[in-house]
């Protein structure tokens, strides 16, 4: 079998030797010789006949050539991915590697050498509580609770029916006639609808504020809510059918209305009563655990921002006290951007600091998986993927939309490369859970405004970060 040799020329760079001898690929080298014997159909000899000389002088040097690689690669993928390699990057030919001329007759051993660069010996220091973090608490305005509670308090509240009194919360019912030189119009148009008082405009609303039932009142229909269109006027006031509109059918503007009915929502009192029907479990009993949780609620995309930003600042700390400890092998790594990033390798070598401490960050989350003794499974990944394509449905779950959540999740699980992806995020999510229990976080109240604010700065950073990298991946985004 191939024999693989590591030579440390230092503790960042090494030299891989890979040695092939004859008799680790004679043998496969002629079995595929003879496949090709037998299936080859070459002018002026039978199939299955032509002389093995030939075929090595037709198709040896390819032959052999690919037998070789193939042998070269799994030796160097067995290595590099062991578990206990510590390489960065991928081998890279050394630069006075002579080229390799496969020779068919005279079957000879063959030695490949490689540089390969190596990770720092290190261990991750900032992970406990000496190390404090600013962590952006979003108030939650009183006001905003009030809003919900009173709104949960009306969705559980009855109508009834008040004779006068009218207020603005109200819902009147008013029964209306087209009116003609102030008089009610002969034959004119006749309605019926529903308006709530806060609605309507300023003028209109003063005076039904000092009505009662069965009173009348005048009015332009088309200005008596504010902010109404025509359309929505003869649609839903006056009720013209599609086949009014298209007819071209029109009334006057001013109408007399009788106050029909008068209906008020009493909202409910947050009784017992109210609390098991709204939440069976009975994990929330009284006024306050629900206060509680309607600020937990309204806070939830306010921290999801400041998990971000913290996450963040942790990589930023992390980086900067550790990096010290971490000196990485320059000039191979460069030379293996060149290779390995091809047209893109200019950008990534102009901003080479930043492509290094991504490396870094890169080997600081795996040495904290270790640590931790993070592991994933199936489930966890198919997780992932369900949340990620739950956010382009803006989390909604819509009806008959199981099935196809199933099928795209599937579909995500059939791609290596989103699995990894997948994988990478789930690994991130619980290395960030983690460190905010490990580390001192100072809670610093801030406004929903604010915290918005401090994450825009930080995408426009991002941003300006990848566009090092690809200015027109930000163009795209844009």
Same mark, same amino acid.
């Given at each position: 079998?191939?024999?693989?040799?590591?030579?440390?020329?230092?503790?960042?760079?090494?030299?891989?030797?890979?040695?092939?001898?004859?008799?680790?690929?004679?043998?496969?080298?002629?079995?595929?010789?003879?496949?090709?014997?037998?299936?080859?159909?070459?002018?002026?000899?039978?199939?299955?006949?032509?002389?093995?000389?030939?075929?090595?002088?037709? !198709?040896?040097?390819?032959?052999?050539?690919?037998?070789?690689?193939?042998?070269?690669?799994?030796?160097?993928?067995?290595?590099?991915?062991?578990?206990?390699?510590?390489?960065?990057?991928?081998?890279?030919?050394?630069?006075?590697?002579?080229?390799?001329?496969?020779?068919?007759?005279?079957?000879?051993?063959?030695?490949?050498?490689?540089?390969?660069?190596?990770?720092?010996?290190?261990?991750?220091?900032?992970?406990?509580?000496?190390?404090?973090?600013?962590?952006?608490?979003?108030?939650?305005?009183?006001?905003?609770?009030?809003?919900?509670?009173?709104?949960?308090?009306?969705?559980?509240?009855?109508?009834?029916?008040?004779?006068?009194?009218?207020?603005?919360?109200?819902?009147?019912?008013?029964?209306?006639?087209?009116?003609?030189?102030?008089?009610?119009?002969?034959?004119?148009?006749?309605?019926?609808?529903?308006?709530?008082?806060?609605?309507?405009?300023?003028?209109?609303?003063?005076?039904?504020?000092?009505?009662?039932?069965?009173?009348?009142?005048?009015?332009?229909? !088309?200005?008596?809510?504010?902010?109404?269109?025509?359309?929505?006027?003869?649609?839903?006031?006056?009720?013209?059918?599609?086949?009014?509109?298209?007819?071209?059918?029109?009334?006057?503007?001013?109408?007399?209305?009788?106050?029909?009915?008068?209906?008020?929502?009493?909202?409910?009192?947050?009784?017992?009563?109210?609390?098991?029907?709204?939440?069976?479990?009975?994990?929330?009993?009284?006024?306050?655990?629900?206060?509680?949780?309607?600020?937990?609620?309204?806070?939830?995309?306010?921290?999801?921002?400041?998990?971000?930003?913290?996450?963040?600042?942790?990589?930023?700390?992390?980086?900067?006290?550790?990096?010290?400890?971490?000196?990485?092998?320059?000039?191979?790594?460069?030379?293996?951007?060149?290779?390995?990033?091809?047209?893109?390798?200019?950008?990534?070598?102009?901003?080479?600091?930043?492509?290094?401490?991504?490396?870094?960050?890169?080997?600081?989350?795996?040495?904290?998986?270790?640590?931790?003794?993070?592991?994933?499974?199936?489930?966890?990944?198919?997780?992932?993927?369900?949340?990620?394509?739950?956010?382009?449905?803006?989390?909604?779950?819509?009806?008959?939309?199981?099935?196809?959540?199933?099928?795209?999740?599937?579909?995500?699980?059939?791609?290596?490369?989103?699995?990894?992806?997948?994988?990478?995020?789930?690994?991130?999510?619980?290395?960030?859970?983690?460190?905010?229990?490990?580390?001192?976080?100072?809670?610093?109240?801030?406004?929903?405004?604010?915290?918005?604010?401090?994450?825009?700065?930080?995408?426009?950073?991002?941003?300006?970060?990848?566009?090092?990298?690809?200015?027109?991946?930000?163009?795209?985004?844009?």
């Amino acid at each position: 079998m191939p024999n693989l040799i590591r030579e440390d020329i230092d503790s960042q760079n090494a030299i891989l030797k890979v040695v092939i001898g004859k008799e680790d690929y004679e043998t496969t080298f002629k079995d595929e010789l003879k496949k090709i014997r037998s299936t080859a159909n070459i002018k002026g000899f039978r199939k299955g006949k032509t002389p093995i000389n030939f075929l090595k002088k037709m !198709y040896g040097k390819n032959l052999l050539h690919d037998i070789v690689t193939k042998m070269l690669q799994e030796e160097l993928a067995k290595e590099v991915n062991a578990e206990t390699s510590n390489y960065l990057g991928q081998p890279i030919p050394v630069k006075d590697q002579p080229p390799v001329d496969f020779e068919v007759n005279d079957l000879i051993d063959y030695e490949f050498k490689f540089e390969v660069g190596t990770a720092p010996d290190f261990e991750v220091k900032g992970v406990d509580g000496s190390v404090a973090y600013d962590f952006y608490k979003a108030e939650v305005p009183g006001e905003k609770i009030d809003e919900q509670i009173n709104l949960l308090k009306r969705q559980k509240g009855e109508r009834i029916l008040v004779e006068d009194d009218i207020q603005e919360e109200d819902i009147v019912t008013l029964k209306a006639k087209e009116l003609e030189n102030g008089e009610p119009k002969e034959d004119g148009w006749e309605t019926t609808f529903s308006v709530i008082v806060t609605r309507l405009e300023d003028e209109i609303k003063k005076e039904i504020l000092k009505k009662k039932k069965g009173d009348t009142v005048r009015f332009n229909i !088309y200005k008596l809510e504010k902010d109404a269109k025509p359309d929505y006027v003869k649609k839903y006031l006056l009720y013209f059918t599609d086949a009014d509109i298209e007819e071209g059918t029109e009334t006057n503007e001013e109408y007399e209305a009788t106050i029909e009915e008068v209906k008020r929502l009493i909202p409910a009192e947050l009784t017992p009563e109210i609390f098991a029907e709204m939440f069976p479990d009975g994990g929330i009993s009284n006024e306050q655990e629900l206060r509680d949780l309607i600020s937990l609620n309204i806070a939830a995309p306010d921290e999801t921002l400041a998990n971000s930003i913290l996450y963040n600042d942790m990589r930023k700390k992390l980086l900067e006290i550790n990096k010290p400890d971490m000196p990485l092998p320059e000039g191979f790594l460069k030379r293996w951007v060149e290779v390995a990033y091809d047209k893109e390798s200019e950008a990534v070598l102009n901003n080479f600091e930043d492509f290094a401490d991504d490396m870094r960050w890169t080997l600081i989350k795996n040495k904290l998986f270790k640590k931790y003794g993070f592991q994933i499974d199936e489930a966890d990944v198919r997780e992932a993927a369900r949340s990620r394509i739950m956010g382009y449905f803006g989390g909604q779950m819509y009806p008959g939309m199981e099935d196809m959540l199933d099928k795209l999740v599937n579909k995500s699980m059939e791609d290596p490369n989103e699995v990894q992806r997948l994988a990478g995020e789930v690994l991130s999510n619980k290395l960030f859970f983690k460190l905010k229990e490990e580390v001192t976080l100072n809670e610093v109240p801030v406004s929903s405004e604010d915290l918005a604010k401090k994450m825009q700065e930080l995408e426009e950073e991002n941003k300006a970060a990848r566009a090092k990298f690809d200015p027109a991946a930000t163009e795209e985004e844009e």
